[in-house]
């Protein structure tokens, strides 16, 4: 595991892009690197929900005012825009947080309706590709490119009624992996983070007898998401599964 750097501020001056940074993990993550020194581009589905979140980083003492970008994953060629704006107006990308995604529809394989099964596929694989699509120049123009992306143990578990989603969160790793071996001989890493069981709405969702409290906050993981992002982690191509 890569060391904390002893600067107070071990992201100051990183540009951020996280995805699904409204609620949940994103939204932990993208305060924690607000408060870290990083810029945060925060993309979202809901204009009303990012001005929440640009409230709360604005709070934070000798923050930087956050980035909004009102964004609908499934629309890809937006995200092409996206990447053409960061490359206007920065010219690099030093961290992406690919962490937005959904659960679909948790029942027997073949049941699965077509069009569920499609958004499966676009949200949680598809619009993580096109980000690799739209933002790899900008990674590799940063002097310590940073990609983290947010699996799932689903992905190697073959539970029945999870193969939905499981299907997605395995292809993504792959998709991960294989950019980090493309990068190997690089500054920049690729990494992702399993963050198991964590009181989220998704959690929520797919477990809706399950008592929250029981399971680690989403701030609680924030530590390790900072730790992949700097400058001084090493470590790329590895799946870190949280432990409380």
């Excluded at 924690?32 to 001005?51: F, M, P």
């Excluded at 598809?126 to 699996?151: E, P």
């Amino acid at each position: 595991m890569p060391d904390q750097n002893q600067n107070a501020l071990p992201l100051q001056g990183r540009i951020a892009l996280i995805t699904g940074a409204t609620r949940g993990i994103g939204r932990a993550v993208a305060i924690a690197y607000a408060k870290a020194g990083a810029h945060v581009i925060a993309t979202g589905r809901k204009q009303d929900d990012l001005e929440a979140l640009d409230d709360e980083i604005a709070a934070i003492e000798g923050a930087e005012p956050a980035t909004l970008v009102a964004l609908e994953l499934t629309d890809f060629d937006a995200i092409d825009r996206l990447g053409a704006a960061v490359a206007g107006r920065w010219g690099k990308l030093d961290i992406l947080v690919g962490n937005a995604a959904i659960l679909g529809q948790t029942s027997p394989i073949g049941h699965i309706a077509v069009d569920v099964w499609q958004d499966l596929m676009d949200v949680n694989v598809t619009a993580n590709w096109r980000l690799i699509r739209a933002m790899d120049a900008l990674i590799r123009a940063s002097d310590a490119g940073r990609a983290i992306f947010v699996t799932s143990g689903a992905a190697h578990s073959a539970k029945q009624y999870w193969g939905g989603y499981a299907t997605s969160k395995a292809a993504l790793e792959m998709i991960a992996r294989t950019w980090a071996a493309e990068m190997r001989d690089t500054p920049h890493k690729v990494n992702l983070i399993n963050p198991g069981p964590m009181r989220t709405d998704m959690r929520a969702q797919a477990m809706p007898g399950e008592d929250p409290m029981s399971l680690p906050a989403p701030e609680e993981i924030t530590p390790l998401f900072v730790q992949l992002a700097s400058p001084n982690c090493e470590e790329t191509g590895e799946i870190f599964d949280f432990k409380k």
